[in-house]
């Protein structure tokens, strides 16, 4: 079912409207995937990018390919969030706790543990937008109807 842009008739599949003559494009969709599938999944996808909903639509639609796309997408982003997070974690707390203990770095050194902590902070900052714009990315495909992989990191597959 289409509807014109112009008029708002709606007309069984012809490429122009029935009422005024208007050229009506197909909207793009997500090829392979059933467009009842992508409709009715729509709401599930939207939440795979928000860390662990990921595991909605495996609950909510199990049968789903298109809410599986999605939710492989939004794992496979929430665990490259884990990957990078923890070793900045880690790397935060040898930051405190080598320079916080040798009194070396209580004098004149000072400025070091500052300037380790605040490199450590920029980076994990970078990744978290970084994070983000994918998330966000990946939200808008979800609510347009596309299966498009995320870049960097979307060719991975762990959910089949």
Request: aromatic residues 12%; glycine residues 8%.
């Amino acid at each position: 079912m289409k509807t014109c842009p112009k008029c708002g008739k709606t007309f069984e599949d012809s490429k122009f409207c029935p009422a005024c003559g208007t050229e009506v494009k197909d909207e793009p969709k997500a090829e392979g995937y059933c467009e009842n599938d992508i409709k009715d999944n729509k709401i599930f996808t939207l939440l795979s990018y928000i860390g662990p909903l990921f595991l909605v639509p495996v609950l909510a639609a199990p049968k789903s390919k298109y809410a599986r796309f999605h939710a492989n997408q939004g794992l496979v982003l929430f665990l490259a969030e884990i990957i990078i997070a923890l070793p900045l974690r880690a790397l935060d707390w040898l930051n405190g706790f080598i320079f916080g203990n040798f009194p070396l770095f209580h004098g004149w050194l000072s400025f070091v543990p500052a300037v380790v902590g605040a490199v450590i902070s920029l980076v994990g900052l970078v990744v978290g937008m970084l994070a983000l714009v994918l998330a966000v990315i990946g939200v808008i495909n979800a609510f347009q109807g596309k299966a498009n992989e995320l870049p960097f990191i979307g060719k991975m597959r762990i959910l089949k």
